[in-house]
């Protein structure tokens, strides 16, 4: 599934590229995208000063985590971005209804993510994991807590374009707002790409 999501965004982003001669999306997209990642990218930062601080903790803290639900969520995250992408296909195809129902695809994926993530919590907290257990869970509830919120307003974003859709503002030759969000959901699945080996799995 990783593969064929990454092989269906390189296409994605070489089509836009040459349909429309630059990169896809707006500028106001792109400008988000980078507050977006700059953010993560602190945060990236504050995990790796913390964990050069606080080896022991670190190399322990993945331990105690649900894998599980780290492990679903990315495979949920991979999902969505095929779903997406097909929709942005469907829709360079003139066909309308279908991509509006790739999208709902894409909205059900994030339920889904959101799902998992708010029992995942429950788990910790049933284990005794909670943001002050000590730094490796603080660094991991801010991080963790802040990509939800990111997949929960980006699930919304996805339902205002089906919207859009529905309503027949976008047609096989006019679908900016379509790309816009399907480049935005890419950066959210990317940040989770990211964020699933450093907190779950390297040690």
Known sequence: ?????????????????RKTG????????????????SEFAVMFVVYFLAKVHNPEIFATGPLKLNTLAGTINTLVMLTSSFFVIRAVIAMRAG?????????????????????????????????????ETDLFYAVYY????????????????????????????????????LINIAVYWHMIDLAWITIFPLLYVIR
């Open 1 to 17: 599934m990783a593969t064929l999501a990454s092989t269906q965004t390189l296409t994605f982003t070489r089509e836009s590229a």
């Open 22 to 37: 630059n990169i896809p999306g707006n500028l106001a997209i792109w400008a988000a995208i980078l507050a977006e990642m």
């Open 95 to 131: 066909n309308q209804v279908a991509s509006a129902r790739w999208l709902w695809g894409a909205v059900i994926s994030g339920g889904i993510y959101l799902l998992v993530k708010y029992f995942e919590y429950r788990w910790n907290t049933a284990h005794a994991i909670t943001v």
């Open 142 to 177: 801010y991080i963790t807590f802040n990509h939800f919120l990111h997949v929960g307003w980006g699930s919304a974003a996805i339902i205002w374009v089906i919207y859009r859709i529905n309503a027949g503002a976008y047609s096989s030759t006019e679908h900016e707002g």
